[in-house]
């Protein structure tokens, strides 16, 4: 197995919340797709430990549901055992299991494992929505990040934006049926980035695109700009991914590569951004919420040259950004987690052992509200921000 493995011991200093009257611990665990995580918290927010098995997936040109599903077998009980450390299972206040959307072997694996925990040593079960987790992340990072906020997930899978009021309240702006992950991976792939350099052998598509990109003219090469005239929040990535790939076959020399990956990139954010612009526009329009507070997650989030372009919009509207720390954008076992802290701060009922094997995966879990048509009624008109000179 070629697994990469990380784990940290430590959380930096200063993530404390107290909401229980005697100490508790609670062990979060997620395998929604291929990356395997848990994270052992204790009711006053402190990390006592973590670990993340993380996939080699770009070898096989992406996810492949039965390898995932066998990886996640084997890594479980390493992984689990890894955050749980010296804490015995039988002292966990509960155990908090991602269980929406995702791929449903990847997801059953990590349900199966929780509930033989549950019913092994007695101990009730939070499931947790990925996605509600991604968002609600940086909570955890910055404790003065108060609901409402507007928040953008950009991921391999996912590309949603919204406003999320409470735990539960989740009311979605714009959503797309692909993901800016996934067309920079397959452009990527197209490019042969990681044969033309062996450093990027191992290497995500996404990552080896910034990382080509940075000596590359992001106004090298045009790219049509998805949904340019609809007036909506919603995003759409497969054409300009078909388009891109297509181009791609004609390139030849590095110079030329680092360009287009320079504009291919530049045009996913631009799209981002356009969206984005809209939505911060219909906030204000329809009062949806007072303080300018912006969240930013998901794998794609890591990207420091796309981070840029948003922090160009959200500034211009007077918005803070928050991102939580690259390792806690991608999948982890700490979001879930503390997911599970705070629906236990809010009085979230928990599934007790003797009914823990009626917790079944939701791989198409329905995530918030949609008021997308909403957007789409107030016909907004955006006078475009510049994201580069």
């Known amino acids: 197995d070629t697994d990469m493995a990380r784990t940290v011991m430590l959380c930096p200093r200063g993530y404390y919340w107290s909401f229980l009257s005697k100490r508790a611990?609670?062990?979060?665990?997620?395998?929604?797709?291929?990356?395997?995580?848990?994270?052992l918290l204790d009711s006053n927010g402190k990390v006592l430990g973590e670990s993340l098995r993380i996939q080699s997936s770009s070898r096989f040109g992406g996810v492949i549901p039965s390898i995932a599903m066998g990886r996640h077998a084997r890594a479980l009980p390493q992984v689990v055992d890894t955050a749980m450390g010296s804490t015995s299972f039988s002292s966990l206040r509960a155990i908090a299991i991602s269980n929406q959307p995702g791929l449903k072997g990847s997801l059953a694996m990590g349900?199966?494992?929780?509930?033989?925990?549950?019913?092994?040593?007695?101990?009730?079960?939070?499931?947790?929505?990925?996605?509600?987790?991604?968002?609600?992340?940086?909570?955890?990072i910055y404790p003065d990040l108060t609901f409402p906020y507007l928040f953008l997930l950009i991921s391999g899978g996912h590309c949603i934006l919204g406003v999320v009021s409470q735990l539960d309240d989740f009311k979605i702006l714009g959503y797309s049926p692909?993901?800016?992950?996934?067309?920079?991976?397959?452009?990527?792939?197209?490019?042969?980035?990681?044969?033309?350099?062996?450093?990027?052998?191992?290497?995500?598509?996404?990552?080896?695109?910034?990382?080509?990109?940075?000596?590359?003219?992001?106004?090298?090469?045009?790219?049509?700009?998805?949904?340019?005239?609809?007036?909506?929040?919603?995003?759409?990535?497969?054409?300009?991914?078909?388009?891109?790939?297509?181009?791609?076959?004609?390139?030849?020399?590095?110079?030329?590569?680092?360009d287009f990956c320079a504009s291919f990139q530049y045009a996913i954010g631009r799209h981002i951004c356009m969206r984005l612009q809209r939505a911060l526009e219909y906030v204000d329009l329809v009062q949806l919420?007072?303080?300018?507070?912006?969240?930013?997650?998901?794998?794609?989030?890591?990207?420091?040259?796309?981070?840029?372009?948003?922090?160009?919009?959200?500034?211009?509207?007077?918005?803070?950004?928050?991102?939580?720390?690259?390792?806690?954008?991608?999948?982890?076992?700490?979001?879930?987690?503390?997911n599970g802290i705070e629906k236990m701060r809010a009085g979230w009922e928990m599934v007790q052992p003797k009914n823990a094997l009626s917790i079944q995966p939701l791989p198409r879990g329905k995530f918030g509200t949609n008021i997308s048509d909403s957007v789409i009624e107030k016909n907004?008109?955006?006078?475009?921000?510049?994201?580069?000179?």
């Open 289 to 338: 919420m007072t303080d300018r507070k912006l969240v930013v997650s998901g794998g794609v989030a890591c990207n420091k040259t796309l981070r840029s372009y948003i922090d160009k919009i959200a500034s211009t509207y007077g918005y803070d950004t928050y991102y939580p720390p690259p390792q806690y954008c991608t999948d982890n076992g700490l979001m879930i987690a503390w």
């Open 380 to 389: 907004i008109s955006c006078k475009w921000i510049k994201i580069i000179s």
């Open 111 to 140: 349900i199966d494992y929780a509930k033989y925990l549950s019913i092994k040593y007695d101990v009730p079960l939070i499931p947790i929505h990925h996605m509600e987790a991604h968002a609600l992340t940086p909570r955890f």
């Open 25 to 39: 611990y609670i062990l979060g665990i997620e395998s929604s797709c291929d990356d395997t995580g848990a994270a």
């Open 178 to 258: 692909d993901s800016p992950g996934e067309a920079l991976d397959k452009v990527a792939r197209a490019l042969k980035l990681n044969v033309l350099d062996s450093s990027l052998k191992d290497v995500s598509g996404g990552k080896c695109i910034e990382m080509v990109a940075l000596n590359g003219n992001p106004k090298a090469y045009e790219f049509p700009i998805p949904l340019m005239h609809k007036r909506s929040c919603n995003f759409s990535f497969s054409g300009l991914k078909s388009k891109s790939i297509e181009m791609a076959s004609g390139l030849s020399q590095r110079d030329q590569v680092s």
